[in-house]
């Protein structure tokens, strides 16, 4: 059973950035990876992720330009960097990953972290 934790939330300032971070108790080249979130009232939506059969990535158009996802194999952690944040981006984001060659945006995730507070207020 694969476990991931996040972490890196918190309140930050519009414009700002922060990182999350997601540690695995396994490699995370055996993995499909991605980053969801969840704001207050809406459905969860998918952030980005990593395919693991080619290593492309795929970004929300509402945070192209803004977020980069990332891993570090030898630590088993992936991150995202968000950079330009803006309110809307409030949310519990969630790493999350499967064992699939599925594109990953368009695949079913088995694994989920317990998720990490990121507001973006004033």
């Known amino acids: 059973q694969l476990q991931l934790v996040e972490s890196g939330g918190g309140l930050v300032q519009p414009g700002g950035s922060l990182r999350l971070s997601c540690a695995s108790s396994?490699?995370?080249?055996?993995?499909?990876i991605g980053w969801f979130r969840q704001a207050p009232g809406k459905e969860r939506e998918g952030v980005s992720c990593?395919?693991?059969?080619?290593?492309?990535?795929y970004y929300a158009d509402s945070v192209k330009g803004r977020f980069s996802i990332s891993k570090d194999n030898a630590k088993n952690t992936m991150y995202l960097h968000m950079d330009s944040l803006k309110p809307e981006d409030t949310a519990v984001y969630y790493c999350?990953?499967?064992?699939?060659?599925?594109?990953?945006?368009?695949?079913?995730?088995?694994?989920w972290g317990q998720g990490t507070q990121v507001t973006v207020s004033s």
């Open positions: 999350a990953a499967v064992g699939s060659d599925y594109s990953c945006q368009f695949s079913e995730y088995d694994y």
């Open positions: 990593i395919s693991r059969s080619d290593g492309s990535t």
């Open positions: 396994g490699f995370l080249d055996y993995y499909t």
